[in-house]
């Protein structure tokens, strides 16, 4: 292991997205330190060399902080921290639930606070480094049947608009992540057809070059869905719900 080894720490890296950016940060050469509930597969992943295993539930505040210490005893430094972790369970979006609505929150919104909260103080006394946080398309304007999933996005976007800011006057990068549909269990559980669906690993390759290769805020792909839905996003309202409303129906 050298000195100059790189080090990344992946939450959400258990499966699909995570574990895709994880397999291709460690192919890279980087040091990976992931993330997740399930410790099984994070101990499977971490038979890899380059890739070791800290479990946690982003909705325990304490398991992250000594997650976090344990990384860094570890690992001694950190480049880049990738939040990823995110659940979805589309039954539950088409009506109003109320708890529900509460759990997309903790773990999709709340969960990256924290996480984002453990590495404040790390990141701006070192004063570089890249936080980065995976959020969704489905943040950027209302879609239907997404009375959780979307608000939590769009909430986790808006919060890393602003930390941006605030990182920046430390020389600390924050980006987002903005996919469109790439096949993993989250997404398997849709009943519609999923335009431009792409791998975990397309997608870990483009996330892969935003975050080490470009300097931009948005890493979103693939560009054939994600230029519509930015343009949908620019649309008045009167124009935007006509369109969604024709295109759903189709
Ligand atoms: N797939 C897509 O099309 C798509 C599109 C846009 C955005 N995204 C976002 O991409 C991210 C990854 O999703 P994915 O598609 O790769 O789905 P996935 O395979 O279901 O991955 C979700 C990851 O989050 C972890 N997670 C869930 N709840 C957690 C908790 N309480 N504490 C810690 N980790 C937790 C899961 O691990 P454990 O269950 O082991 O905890 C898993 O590793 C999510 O934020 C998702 O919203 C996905």
């Known amino acids: 292991m050298s000195e100059n080894q790189k080090k990344i720490w992946i939450t959400g890296a258990s499966s699909g997205i995570g574990k895709a950016v994880a397999e291709k940060f460690a192919k890279e050469g980087?040091?990976?330190?992931?993330?997740?509930?399930?410790?099984?597969l994070l101990d499977e992943l971490a038979g890899?060399?380059?890739?070791?295993?800290?479990?946690?539930?982003?909705?325990?505040?304490?398991?992250?902080?000594?997650?976090?210490?344990?990384?860094?005893?570890?690992?001694?430094?950190?480049?880049?921290?990738?939040?990823?972790?995110?659940?979805?369970?589309?039954?539950?979006?088409?009506?109003i639930d109320p708890d529900k609505i509460k759990n997309v929150m903790n773990v999709n919104f709340l969960g990256v606070i924290d996480c984002v909260k453990a590495v404040e103080d790390f990141f701006k006394k070192k004063k570089s480094g890249h936080i980065s946080i995976v959020s969704s398309?489905?943040?950027?304007?209302?879609?239907?049947?997404?009375?959780?999933?979307?608000?939590?996005?769009?909430?986790?976007?808006?919060?890393?608009?602003?930390?941006?800011?605030?990182?920046?006057?430390?020389?600390?990068?924050?980006?987002?992540?903005?996919?469109?549909?790439?096949?993993?269990?989250?997404?398997?559980?849709?009943?519609?057809?999923?335009?431009?669906?792409?791998?975990?690993?397309?997608?870990?390759?483009?996330?892969?070059?935003?975050?080490?290769?470009?300097?931009?805020?948005?890493?979103?792909f693939p560009k054939g869905l994600t230029l519509f839905l930015k343009f949908l996003r620019i649309l008045p309202y009167k124009i935007y719900l006509f369109l969604v409303d024709k295109l759903v129906k189709r």
């Open 137 to 220: 398309i489905a943040g950027y304007r209302g879609l239907p049947n997404s009375s959780g999933y979307g608000p939590s996005k769009a909430a986790l976007t808006n919060f890393s608009e602003s930390i941006y800011f605030d990182f920046k006057k430390f020389g600390v990068r924050v980006s987002i992540v903005s996919p469109g549909f790439i096949k993993t269990p989250l997404t398997d559980k849709n009943e519609f057809p999923m335009p431009f669906l792409k791998t975990p690993e397309y997608a870990a390759e483009k996330i892969f070059i935003g975050l080490v290769k470009n300097k931009s805020f948005e890493i979103h």
């Open 30 to 40: 980087w040091r990976v330190a992931i993330s997740a509930r399930r410790k099984e």
């Open 48 to 95: 890899n060399q380059n890739i070791t295993s800290f479990p946690l539930d982003v909705t325990n505040r304490d398991q992250i902080n000594n997650v976090f210490k344990n990384i860094l005893n570890e690992f001694g430094d950190l480049d880049i921290c990738l939040f990823s972790s995110g659940t979805y369970e589309p039954k539950d979006e088409q009506n």
